[in-house]
Protein backbone atom coordinates (compact mmCIF):
# COMPACT_ATOMS: atom_id res chain seq x y z
CA UNK A 1 0.00 0.00 0.00
CA UNK A 2 1.41 3.29 -0.95
CA UNK A 3 1.71 5.94 2.11
CA UNK A 4 -0.53 8.27 0.61
CA UNK A 5 -3.24 5.38 0.40
CA UNK A 6 -2.33 4.60 3.93
CA UNK A 7 -2.60 8.57 4.82
CA UNK A 8 -6.15 8.63 3.61
CA UNK A 9 -7.20 5.52 5.29
CA UNK A 10 -5.95 6.28 8.56
CA UNK A 11 -7.85 10.19 7.99
CA UNK A 12 -10.83 8.01 7.12
CA UNK A 13 -10.66 5.93 10.42
CA UNK A 14 -9.94 8.79 12.67
CA UNK A 15 -12.80 10.88 11.01
CA UNK A 16 -15.13 7.42 11.84
CA UNK A 17 -14.22 7.16 15.26
CA UNK A 18 -14.60 10.75 15.43
CA UNK A 19 -18.05 10.48 13.79
CA UNK A 20 -19.25 8.14 15.85
CA UNK A 21 -17.65 9.12 19.06
CA UNK A 22 -15.32 7.48 21.59
CA UNK A 23 -14.27 6.95 25.36
CA UNK A 24 -13.83 9.99 27.04
CA UNK A 25 -14.66 12.25 24.07
CA UNK A 26 -17.23 14.40 27.08
CA UNK A 27 -14.36 13.52 30.13
CA UNK A 28 -14.32 17.64 30.35
CA UNK A 29 -18.45 18.21 30.08
CA UNK A 30 -18.62 15.02 32.96
CA UNK A 31 -16.47 16.48 35.38
CA UNK A 32 -18.58 19.79 34.60
CA UNK A 33 -21.23 18.19 35.93
CA UNK A 34 -19.57 16.26 38.41
CA UNK A 35 -18.78 19.88 39.86
CA UNK A 36 -22.54 21.11 39.99
CA UNK A 37 -23.44 18.16 41.90
CA UNK A 38 -20.59 18.40 44.57
CA UNK A 39 -21.37 21.46 45.11
CA UNK A 40 -24.93 20.21 46.32
CA UNK A 41 -23.45 17.84 48.03
CA UNK A 42 -22.44 18.17 51.74
CA UNK A 43 -23.47 19.67 54.65
CA UNK A 44 -24.08 22.80 55.93
CA UNK A 45 -21.71 24.51 58.18
CA UNK A 46 -22.28 23.97 61.66
CA UNK A 47 -23.07 27.08 63.66
CA UNK A 48 -23.83 27.30 67.32
CA UNK A 49 -26.56 29.48 68.52
CA UNK A 50 -26.79 30.57 72.51
CA UNK A 51 -28.70 27.99 74.80
CA UNK A 52 -29.70 29.97 77.83
CA UNK A 53 -31.71 32.50 76.04
CA UNK A 54 -35.22 30.96 76.69
CA UNK A 55 -34.24 30.61 79.98
CA UNK A 56 -33.02 34.18 80.88
CA UNK A 57 -36.19 35.55 79.61
CA UNK A 58 -38.39 33.08 81.49
CA UNK A 59 -36.78 34.00 84.71
CA UNK A 60 -36.89 37.58 84.30
CA UNK A 61 -40.79 37.21 83.58
CA UNK A 62 -41.35 35.31 86.42
CA UNK A 63 -39.09 38.14 88.28
CA UNK A 64 -41.27 40.51 87.12
CA UNK A 65 -44.76 38.52 87.84
CA UNK A 66 -43.20 38.03 91.25
CA UNK A 67 -42.41 41.49 92.06
CA UNK A 68 -46.29 42.65 90.92
CA UNK A 69 -48.41 43.90 93.67
CA UNK A 70 -50.22 40.50 95.09
CA UNK A 71 -53.71 41.75 93.68
CA UNK A 72 -51.90 41.14 89.98
CA UNK A 73 -50.79 37.71 90.68
CA UNK A 74 -53.99 36.82 92.48
CA UNK A 75 -55.52 37.14 88.71
CA UNK A 76 -53.58 33.99 87.77
CA UNK A 77 -53.77 30.29 88.66
CA UNK A 78 -51.81 28.10 86.68
CA UNK A 79 -52.91 25.20 88.91
CA UNK A 80 -56.60 26.03 87.94
CA UNK A 81 -57.74 24.80 84.52
CA UNK A 82 -60.81 26.99 84.90
CA UNK A 83 -58.44 30.06 84.66
CA UNK A 84 -57.00 29.03 81.76
CA UNK A 85 -57.97 31.73 79.01
CA UNK A 86 -60.92 29.23 77.19
CA UNK A 87 -62.47 28.28 80.20
CA UNK A 88 -63.07 31.77 81.69
CA UNK A 89 -66.24 33.20 82.04
CA UNK A 90 -67.70 35.85 79.08
CA UNK A 91 -67.20 38.35 81.87
CA UNK A 92 -63.36 36.78 82.92
CA UNK A 93 -62.66 36.88 78.57
CA UNK A 94 -63.91 40.31 78.36
CA UNK A 95 -61.19 41.36 81.22
CA UNK A 96 -58.59 39.63 79.40
CA UNK A 97 -59.28 40.64 76.51
CA UNK A 98 -58.82 44.00 77.74
CA UNK A 99 -55.33 43.13 79.15
CA UNK A 100 -54.18 41.62 75.75
CA UNK A 101 -56.11 39.29 75.33
CA UNK A 102 -55.50 35.27 75.12
CA UNK A 103 -51.93 35.18 74.30
CA UNK A 104 -51.13 37.67 76.68
CA UNK A 105 -53.34 35.84 79.26
CA UNK A 106 -51.87 32.86 78.99
CA UNK A 107 -48.22 33.83 78.81
CA UNK A 108 -49.05 35.70 82.45
CA UNK A 109 -50.21 32.31 83.69
CA UNK A 110 -46.96 30.65 82.62
CA UNK A 111 -45.05 33.38 84.59
CA UNK A 112 -46.63 32.85 87.34
CA UNK A 113 -46.20 29.15 87.25
CA UNK A 114 -42.23 29.85 86.41
CA UNK A 115 -42.15 31.87 89.28
CA UNK A 116 -43.54 29.21 91.91
CA UNK A 117 -41.65 26.70 90.40
CA UNK A 118 -38.13 28.45 91.03
CA UNK A 119 -38.90 29.92 94.24
CA UNK A 120 -38.62 33.51 92.51
CA UNK A 121 -39.24 35.69 95.64
CA UNK A 122 -38.67 33.73 98.72
CA UNK A 123 -35.51 32.79 100.47
CA UNK A 124 -35.38 29.50 98.55
CA UNK A 125 -33.68 31.29 96.04
CA UNK A 126 -30.23 32.50 96.21
CA UNK A 127 -30.37 34.89 93.11
CA UNK A 128 -34.12 36.09 93.31
CA UNK A 129 -34.77 36.22 97.46
CA UNK A 130 -37.65 37.37 99.18
CA UNK A 131 -37.58 41.83 99.32
CA UNK A 132 -38.89 42.96 102.82
CA UNK A 133 -38.94 46.48 102.05
CA UNK A 134 -41.94 47.26 100.01
CA UNK A 135 -40.46 50.38 98.26
CA UNK A 136 -37.72 48.73 96.67
CA UNK A 137 -40.23 45.83 95.68
CA UNK A 138 -42.16 48.42 93.98
CA UNK A 139 -39.51 50.34 92.52
CA UNK A 140 -37.55 47.47 91.38
CA UNK A 141 -40.92 45.89 89.66
CA UNK A 142 -41.36 49.18 87.84
CA UNK A 143 -37.63 48.72 86.18
CA UNK A 144 -38.38 44.81 85.81
CA UNK A 145 -41.09 45.83 83.25
CA UNK A 146 -38.98 48.35 81.48
CA UNK A 147 -36.16 45.03 81.02
CA UNK A 148 -38.65 42.35 80.56
CA UNK A 149 -40.34 44.96 77.44
CA UNK A 150 -37.06 45.17 76.10
CA UNK A 151 -36.23 41.66 75.80
CA UNK A 152 -39.27 40.02 74.66
CA UNK A 153 -39.17 42.91 71.92
CA UNK A 154 -35.18 41.60 71.09
CA UNK A 155 -36.61 37.96 71.55
CA UNK A 156 -38.42 38.27 68.01
CA UNK A 157 -35.12 39.44 66.27
CA UNK A 158 -32.96 36.54 68.08
CA UNK A 159 -35.66 33.89 67.38
CA UNK A 160 -36.01 35.02 63.89
CA UNK A 161 -32.40 34.48 63.03
CA UNK A 162 -32.01 31.65 65.29
CA UNK A 163 -34.64 29.70 63.23
CA UNK A 164 -33.06 30.46 60.26
CA UNK A 165 -29.81 29.06 61.21
CA UNK A 166 -30.98 26.03 62.24
CA UNK A 167 -34.33 25.19 60.95
CA UNK A 168 -34.37 23.49 57.33
CA UNK A 169 -37.83 24.45 56.81
CA UNK A 170 -36.84 28.21 57.48
CA UNK A 171 -34.22 28.83 55.52
CA UNK A 172 -35.09 25.83 52.72
CA UNK A 173 -31.66 25.30 51.57
CA UNK A 174 -31.88 21.45 51.74
CA UNK A 175 -35.39 21.77 49.99
CA UNK A 176 -33.17 23.58 47.26
CA UNK A 177 -30.56 21.87 47.23
CA UNK A 178 -32.20 18.66 46.30
CA UNK A 179 -34.34 20.78 43.72
CA UNK A 180 -31.80 21.46 41.50
CA UNK A 181 -30.55 18.22 41.69
CA UNK A 182 -33.44 16.20 40.81
CA UNK A 183 -36.23 18.96 39.35
CA UNK A 184 -39.00 20.80 41.41
CA UNK A 185 -40.70 18.94 43.71
CA UNK A 186 -38.39 16.38 44.74
CA UNK A 187 -39.07 14.95 47.56
CA UNK A 188 -36.08 12.58 47.47
CA UNK A 189 -32.85 12.45 46.02
CA UNK A 190 -33.88 9.97 43.34
CA UNK A 191 -34.15 11.21 39.42
CA UNK A 192 -37.53 10.44 38.42
CA UNK A 193 -39.52 11.12 34.92
CA UNK A 194 -41.78 13.05 36.47
CA UNK A 195 -39.61 15.47 37.94
CA UNK A 196 -36.36 15.41 36.13
CA UNK A 197 -36.86 15.51 32.78
CA UNK A 198 -39.31 13.99 30.65
CA UNK A 199 -41.33 10.95 30.42
CA UNK A 200 -41.12 8.14 27.65
CA UNK A 201 -39.43 4.59 26.06
CA UNK A 202 -36.17 7.06 24.62
CA UNK A 203 -33.48 9.61 24.55
CA UNK A 204 -36.17 12.06 22.74
CA UNK A 205 -38.81 11.57 24.72
CA UNK A 206 -36.58 12.45 27.95
CA UNK A 207 -34.52 14.96 26.51
CA UNK A 208 -34.94 16.49 23.40
CA UNK A 209 -36.38 19.68 24.22
CA UNK A 210 -36.26 22.69 26.42
CA UNK A 211 -38.87 21.85 28.43
CA UNK A 212 -36.87 18.98 29.88
CA UNK A 213 -34.26 20.75 31.29
CA UNK A 214 -35.29 20.58 34.80
CA UNK A 215 -33.07 19.35 36.68
CA UNK A 216 -28.75 18.80 36.72
CA UNK A 217 -29.14 14.70 37.48
CA UNK A 218 -31.67 14.98 34.45
CA UNK A 219 -29.23 17.03 32.13
CA UNK A 220 -26.29 14.76 32.79
CA UNK A 221 -28.06 11.57 32.56
CA UNK A 222 -29.25 12.75 28.50
CA UNK A 223 -25.66 14.19 28.29
CA UNK A 224 -24.24 10.73 28.95
CA UNK A 225 -26.89 8.16 27.92
CA UNK A 226 -29.02 6.99 24.93
CA UNK A 227 -28.73 4.96 22.09
CA UNK A 228 -25.19 6.00 21.76
CA UNK A 229 -23.70 5.96 25.27
CA UNK A 230 -22.76 2.57 25.38
CA UNK A 231 -19.63 3.64 23.74
CA UNK A 232 -18.54 5.22 26.57
CA UNK A 233 -18.03 9.29 25.38
CA UNK A 234 -18.77 10.75 28.81
CA UNK A 235 -16.58 8.86 30.34
CA UNK A 236 -14.58 6.05 30.42
CA UNK A 237 -16.14 4.79 34.03
CA UNK A 238 -19.67 5.05 32.88
CA UNK A 239 -21.57 2.80 30.38
CA UNK A 240 -24.14 3.98 29.05
CA UNK A 241 -27.47 3.16 27.31
CA UNK A 242 -30.98 3.89 25.61
CA UNK A 243 -33.39 5.79 28.56
CA UNK A 244 -36.23 3.60 28.18
CA UNK A 245 -38.09 3.68 31.88
CA UNK A 246 -37.90 4.37 34.99
CA UNK A 247 -36.12 1.54 36.23
CA UNK A 248 -33.18 1.83 33.77
CA UNK A 249 -33.24 5.58 34.87
CA UNK A 250 -32.62 4.27 38.20
CA UNK A 251 -29.65 2.05 37.42
CA UNK A 252 -28.35 4.54 34.76
CA UNK A 253 -28.33 7.34 37.53
CA UNK A 254 -27.05 5.75 40.11
CA UNK A 255 -23.89 4.47 38.07
CA UNK A 256 -23.25 7.75 36.71
CA UNK A 257 -23.49 9.42 40.05
CA UNK A 258 -20.87 7.06 41.34
CA UNK A 259 -18.57 7.73 38.31
CA UNK A 260 -18.51 11.24 40.15
CA UNK A 261 -16.88 9.94 42.92
CA UNK A 262 -18.58 12.97 45.27
CA UNK A 263 -17.27 14.08 48.66
CA UNK A 264 -20.17 13.54 51.00
CA UNK A 265 -18.48 15.13 54.05
CA UNK A 266 -18.21 18.32 52.00
CA UNK A 267 -19.04 21.30 53.60
CA UNK A 268 -21.47 23.21 50.99
CA UNK A 269 -20.55 27.09 50.26
CA UNK A 270 -21.80 29.91 48.50
CA UNK A 271 -18.51 30.08 46.69
CA UNK A 272 -18.70 26.41 45.73
CA UNK A 273 -21.59 27.24 44.31
CA UNK A 274 -20.76 30.00 42.50
CA UNK A 275 -18.11 28.36 40.86
CA UNK A 276 -19.34 25.43 39.56
CA UNK A 277 -21.92 27.18 37.49
CA UNK A 278 -19.05 29.56 36.62
CA UNK A 279 -17.26 26.66 35.49
CA UNK A 280 -20.76 24.95 33.71
CA UNK A 281 -20.56 28.21 31.53
CA UNK A 282 -17.17 28.56 31.01
CA UNK A 283 -17.64 24.95 29.33
CA UNK A 284 -20.29 25.24 26.64
CA UNK A 285 -19.56 25.14 23.69
CA UNK A 286 -21.01 27.93 21.54
CA UNK A 287 -21.17 27.78 16.78
CA UNK A 288 -22.61 29.60 14.29
CA UNK A 289 -25.30 28.17 12.98
CA UNK A 290 -26.65 30.14 10.39
CA UNK A 291 -27.30 33.38 11.28
CA UNK A 292 -27.88 32.63 14.97
CA UNK A 293 -25.93 30.42 18.19
CA UNK A 294 -25.46 27.38 18.89
CA UNK A 295 -24.80 26.44 22.48
CA UNK A 296 -24.15 23.11 23.75
CA UNK A 297 -22.51 21.24 26.72
CA UNK A 298 -20.83 18.00 25.16
CA UNK A 299 -19.80 16.84 21.88
CA UNK A 300 -21.39 16.84 18.32
CA UNK A 301 -20.34 16.15 15.02
CA UNK A 302 -23.12 18.07 13.28
CA UNK A 303 -24.16 20.72 16.05
CA UNK A 304 -27.06 18.65 17.04
CA UNK A 305 -28.01 16.86 20.18
CA UNK A 306 -29.71 13.26 19.67
CA UNK A 307 -28.28 10.79 22.45
CA UNK A 308 -27.15 9.07 19.59
CA UNK A 309 -22.76 7.93 18.87
CA UNK A 310 -21.24 11.28 18.26
CA UNK A 311 -24.27 13.18 19.31
CA UNK A 312 -24.02 12.97 23.14
CA UNK A 313 -24.74 16.71 24.35
CA UNK A 314 -27.43 18.76 25.99
CA UNK A 315 -28.84 22.03 23.88
CA UNK A 316 -28.60 24.98 25.52
CA UNK A 317 -28.93 27.11 22.56
CA UNK A 318 -32.19 28.79 23.85
CA UNK A 319 -30.48 30.78 26.27
CA UNK A 320 -28.12 32.15 24.43
CA UNK A 321 -29.74 33.43 21.23
CA UNK A 322 -28.72 36.44 19.53
CA UNK A 323 -32.56 37.86 19.50
CA UNK A 324 -34.62 37.62 22.37
CA UNK A 325 -32.54 34.66 24.39
CA UNK A 326 -34.61 32.87 27.24
CA UNK A 327 -33.31 34.55 30.69
CA UNK A 328 -30.80 32.14 32.07
CA UNK A 329 -32.40 31.78 35.21
CA UNK A 330 -35.41 30.36 33.56
CA UNK A 331 -33.90 26.94 33.49
CA UNK A 332 -35.13 25.67 36.52
CA UNK A 333 -31.83 24.17 37.72
CA UNK A 334 -29.74 26.97 37.31
CA UNK A 335 -31.87 29.33 38.99
CA UNK A 336 -32.71 26.60 41.99
CA UNK A 337 -28.94 26.57 42.37
CA UNK A 338 -29.04 30.39 43.12
CA UNK A 339 -31.09 30.65 45.14
CA UNK A 340 -29.48 28.22 48.25
CA UNK A 341 -26.21 30.66 47.01
CA UNK A 342 -27.95 33.51 48.46
CA UNK A 343 -29.37 31.31 51.53
CA UNK A 344 -26.26 30.11 52.62
CA UNK A 345 -25.31 33.66 52.73
CA UNK A 346 -28.06 34.77 54.82
CA UNK A 347 -27.41 32.34 57.07
CA UNK A 348 -23.74 33.37 57.86
CA UNK A 349 -25.07 37.03 58.29
CA UNK A 350 -28.13 35.10 60.71
CA UNK A 351 -25.75 33.86 62.96
CA UNK A 352 -23.59 37.05 63.56
CA UNK A 353 -26.95 38.89 64.11
CA UNK A 354 -28.15 36.00 66.49
CA UNK A 355 -24.83 36.61 68.76
CA UNK A 356 -25.75 40.14 68.56
CA UNK A 357 -28.95 39.95 69.85
CA UNK A 358 -28.13 36.98 72.47
CA UNK A 359 -25.61 39.40 73.51
CA UNK A 360 -28.38 42.21 73.99
CA UNK A 361 -30.73 39.80 76.13
CA UNK A 362 -27.76 38.68 78.26
CA UNK A 363 -26.60 42.43 79.13
CA UNK A 364 -30.34 43.20 79.98
CA UNK A 365 -30.38 39.94 81.88
CA UNK A 366 -27.60 41.23 83.88
CA UNK A 367 -29.00 44.64 84.56
CA UNK A 368 -32.01 43.05 86.13
CA UNK A 369 -29.82 40.88 88.15
CA UNK A 370 -28.10 43.50 89.81
CA UNK A 371 -31.39 45.78 90.26
CA UNK A 372 -32.48 42.45 92.20
CA UNK A 373 -29.74 42.54 94.11
CA UNK A 374 -29.51 46.26 95.04
CA UNK A 375 -33.47 46.10 96.17
CA UNK A 376 -32.35 43.49 98.55
CA UNK A 377 -30.07 44.92 99.78
CA UNK A 378 -32.00 48.37 99.99
CA UNK A 379 -30.45 50.47 97.97
CA UNK A 380 -31.88 50.48 94.61
CA UNK A 381 -33.70 54.17 94.96
CA UNK A 382 -33.01 55.78 98.39
CA UNK A 383 -35.10 55.30 101.30
CA UNK A 384 -38.09 57.80 101.80
CA UNK A 385 -40.99 58.13 104.36
CA UNK A 386 -43.96 55.95 104.64
CA UNK A 387 -46.26 58.53 102.65
CA UNK A 388 -44.19 59.11 100.03
CA UNK A 389 -43.67 56.31 99.26
CA UNK A 390 -47.30 55.48 99.34
CA UNK A 391 -48.19 58.56 97.25
CA UNK A 392 -46.00 56.95 94.56
CA UNK A 393 -47.44 53.57 94.17
CA UNK A 394 -51.01 54.89 93.83
CA UNK A 395 -49.29 57.67 91.07
CA UNK A 396 -47.06 55.56 88.81
CA UNK A 397 -47.65 52.25 87.02
CA UNK A 398 -49.77 50.45 84.22
CA UNK A 399 -53.09 51.40 84.94
CA UNK A 400 -54.34 48.67 82.51
CA UNK A 401 -53.25 46.02 85.22
CA UNK A 402 -54.45 48.55 88.07
CA UNK A 403 -57.83 48.11 86.28
CA UNK A 404 -57.83 44.49 86.44
CA UNK A 405 -56.64 44.50 90.39
CA UNK A 406 -59.51 46.75 90.68
CA UNK A 407 -62.58 44.53 88.56
CA UNK A 408 -61.01 41.28 90.51
CA UNK A 409 -62.22 42.92 93.63
CA UNK A 410 -65.74 43.19 92.44
CA UNK A 411 -68.65 42.77 95.40
CA UNK A 412 -65.79 43.02 97.67
CA UNK A 413 -65.53 46.71 99.59
CA UNK A 414 -62.51 45.49 101.68
CA UNK A 415 -60.14 44.30 99.27
CA UNK A 416 -61.14 46.78 96.92
CA UNK A 417 -60.27 49.53 99.42
CA UNK A 418 -57.07 48.18 99.95
CA UNK A 419 -56.26 48.03 96.99
CA UNK A 420 -55.96 51.63 96.09
CA UNK A 421 -59.44 51.03 94.40
CA UNK A 422 -62.85 53.43 94.25
CA UNK A 423 -65.69 51.24 95.52
CA UNK A 424 -68.81 52.58 93.78
CA UNK A 425 -71.09 49.96 96.15
CA UNK A 426 -73.25 50.09 99.15
CA UNK A 427 -72.49 49.24 102.50
CA UNK A 428 -73.66 45.69 101.82
CA UNK A 429 -70.62 44.51 100.50
CA UNK A 430 -72.09 44.25 96.35
CA UNK A 431 -70.97 46.68 94.10
CA UNK A 432 -68.65 47.72 91.67
CA UNK A 433 -64.79 48.40 92.44
CA UNK A 434 -63.29 51.05 89.64
CA UNK A 435 -59.85 52.20 89.47
CA UNK A 436 -59.36 55.69 91.29
CA UNK A 437 -58.34 58.11 88.06
CA UNK A 438 -57.39 61.25 90.22
CA UNK A 439 -55.00 59.60 92.00
CA UNK A 440 -53.60 56.68 89.41
CA UNK A 441 -51.67 58.26 86.14
CA UNK A 442 -51.59 55.69 83.29
CA UNK A 443 -47.69 55.43 81.80
Known amino acids: MKK ?95 LGGAAAWEAWRTDKEEAEKKKIGTQANKDFPAIADAEQRFALHNRLLELTAEVVKVRKKWQAAKDFITNDETNNIKKLLREEVYGDGATADELKQTTGFGSGSNWAAHCNTDANRKSIAGDFLCMCSGPGGNSKECSGAFTGAEIACQATITTQWADLKASCALHTDNIITAHEITAALEAWNARLTLEGDA ?41 PWYRKMRQPAVAIEKRALQQAQESLYAATIEATYAKAIAAYQAAVLGKLVPTQSKAQAQAEQKGTGNSQKQQAICTAHKNNKKACTDANCTWKGGESGKGECEIDKNQFQSS
Open 291 to 331: SDNKVRLGKSSDKTCTGAAGKTCIDYSTFFKKASPTALDSL
Open 4 to 98: EQFNHLLFLLILGRTAEGTADDNAREHRTMCRLLQAATGKLSDMTVATNIETHIATLRAANMSTSPKEWQALFDPKNNSNAYEKLSAEGKKEADA
